[in-house]
Structure formats: C-alpha cells, structure tokens
C-alpha cells in the first residue's frame, strides 16, 4: 500500500500563486508516476499534472500549462504543484496520485492506483 498527504491548500486572491505538497509514503518504489487531480462542486475529477518518479517525463493540462509547474524530491517522496496566477476556476478540492505502472494514458484517474484526501484550494475574484 501507499499513503498520500496533501497540504498546501488555502484561500488565495486571483492572480496569487500557492504550493501544494503531496508526501507518499509506504511501499513507494512500487509506484512510477504521481499526478494531481481537481475537482470543483458538481463537476468531474479532472487531471492537472503529472510527473514520472524519474522526472524524465511530465504532463500538463492545457488549462494550467504555463501557470502550474509540477516537480519531485525522490528523497523525500514528495511530489509538489506550483499555482501561479490563480483564477476563480482553479477553485477546487485537490488530489494527489500514484500510479503502479506507465503504460496507458495519465490524463485520466482509473490510470491511478492511490489517492490522497485532497486538499481545498479556493481562489477569491
């Protein structure tokens, strides 16, 4: 198994930026990516960010692309989401996610094995 918990999360002004730390923990080398996910009330969990333990490889959402930057600190297990230039639709509760393997897409959350509790990210206009 794998434990994942976020922090980070908070009540920010549009335009503001914040962090999100998502540390892993358990049986961590059995996992090759991590990715973030949001979901906003009445909507679908949606993909943000992703990256690859290895950092060789990372993947982004065109709706955060060049605001959002994904990073990892393989020892301390811990995967990060940099928010910059937040807006009202950026409000949403934010999941951190491991996945067992790299083949099939990373865009989606049945591609992920471990979830965390998520994280509540509220963005004021």
């Known amino acids: 198994q794998v434990q994942l918990v976020e922090s980070g999360g908070g009540l920010v002004q549009a335009g503001g930026s914040l962090r999100l730390s998502c540390a892993a923990s358990g049986r961590t080398f059995s996992t090759v990516a991590m990715g973030w996910f949001r979901q906003a009330p009445g909507k679908e969990r949606e993909f943000v960010a992703a990256?690859?333990?290895?950092?060789?490889?990372?993947y982004y959402a065109d709706s955060v692309k060049g605001r959002f930057t994904i990073s990892r600190d393989n020892a301390k297990n811990t995967v990060y989401l940099q928010m910059n230039s937040l807006n009202a639709e950026d409000t949403a509760v934010y999941y951190c996610?491991?996945?067992?393997?790299?083949?099939?897409?990373?865009?989606?959350?049945?591609?992920?094995?471990?979830w965390g509790q998520g994280t509540q990210v509220t963005v004021s206009s």
């Open positions: 990256t690859t333990w290895s950092g060789g490889n990372t």
């Open positions: 996610a491991a996945r067992r393997t790299s083949s099939g897409s990373y865009y989606y959350p049945i591609g992920y094995d471990y």
